[in-house]
């Protein structure tokens, strides 16, 4: 890369390496031109207007990238399914969500592409629940040219890490929800699950097609578990009766049904959370926590079985990080540090 003085006429196809100002007197005093600009034949006459018949130009070499176009080349290595990029402004490319769903960042191809001393990518958290039309990460180089070999190591770690963002539709599933506890299906006290669960599952896209009370009885709510998968349901909704006390019998009632992948996980509200599935169906205890605070637990893992995940111990297990809600007032989720560690 090196700078020259020439008229505006042999310009084209090179970079100014300096702002060019216009001053309509009485109107305004702004920028035409940003240093940066790649000049283009359309650009001569109001370069002229300008009073410009020279300029200082970025000779760009046959190893060397233009910003606006190593942006692009940056865009389209990250962008997965369901993701698109916008055109370059000041190199900088953003990356927005073209349906709403789950957001997926393969992190280690992130850091790979961080650890390049003049590139930027940045990303909303992995696992943020977006909607169509949300900008979801931006990427730009630092300098107004950038070495070839660079952008070419870039597109080996694309090849490499497959799609980097990209967004996971929620799915239309169904669910059932098992409200469980003799003190509810008594009538002793009133029901605050099923309004609570039924607006978070639709919020998703998804519909609760059975709802079921049950004493505490472990036989009942067992059931109840498989009349529901016979019923077709993708999800089904355990609440209730989660924890160690004597008359809490649900999560005996899961574990006789369904493989349980983790009973117990360090999100705090949602300690006595249990994960677990009947073949393909999604088994989920949520505990009473669930019916009285507005975010637990649930909320960092329903989304992703809506969106089609299969949940591991290790993904419960790593929510430890970021796992403690600040109960904050009012409540700022999912825009705060919860789950997202």
């Known amino acids: 890369m090196e700078t020259q003085k020439i008229r505006i006429e042999d310009g084209v196809g090179m970079v100014l390496c300096h702002d060019i100002t216009e001053i309509l007197p009485g109107e305004k005093k702004g920028r035409a031109f940003q240093k940066g600009h790649k000049i283009c034949e359309g650009d001569i006459q109001k370069l002229r207007s300008l009073g410009k018949n ?127 506890g003799t003190e509810v299906f008594k009538g002793i006290i009133k029901d605050a699950f099923r309004p609570v669960l039924t607006e978070k599952v639709e919020a998703l896209g998804g519909q609760v097609v059975n709802v079921e009370y049950t004493p505490d009885d472990e036989e009942r709510i067992k059931e109840k578990i498989k009349e529901n998968v016979r019923l077709g349901c993708d999800i089904i909704l355990v609440s209730g009766g989660m924890s160690v006390d004597p008359d809490d019998v649900t999560p005996k009632a899961i574990r006789s049904v369904a493989e349980v992948v983790k009973y117990g996980s360090p999100v705090l509200p949602g300690a006595m959370f249990m994960m677990s599935y009947i073949g393909d169906v999604a088994v989920i205890g949520i505990p009473a926590c669930g019916m009285y605070t507005k975010v637990t637990v649930l909320d960092l893992i329903y989304p992703r079985v809506a969106a089609g995940e299969i949940i591991t111990k290790k993904d419960i297990i790593s929510l430890a990080n970021g796992g403690l809600c600040r109960k904050c007032d009012p409540c700022r989720f999912p825009n705060c540090s919860f789950g997202r560690g």
């Open 54 to 180: 020279h300029i200082f130009v970025l000779k760009i070499e046959e190893d060397e990238v233009h910003e606006d176009d190593a942006g692009i080349i940056l865009g389209n290595v990250l962008a997965g399914k369901n993701v698109e990029i916008t055109p370059p402004y000041e190199s900088r490319v953003n990356l927005i969500a073209t349906a709403d769903g789950l957001l997926k960042i393969n992190t280690k191809a992130l850091y790979e592409l961080n650890s390049f001393d003049d590139v930027v990518a940045s990303t909303l958290s992995n696992y943020s629940t977006v909607r169509k039309g949300e900008m979801v990460a931006g990427t730009k180089v630092v300098p107004l040219v950038i070495k070839k070999e660079i952008m070419e190591q870039v597109k080996e770690i694309g090849k490499g890490a497959g799609a980097i963002v990209s967004v996971l539709p929620f799915r239309p599933v169904k669910v059932g929800l098992i409200i469980t």
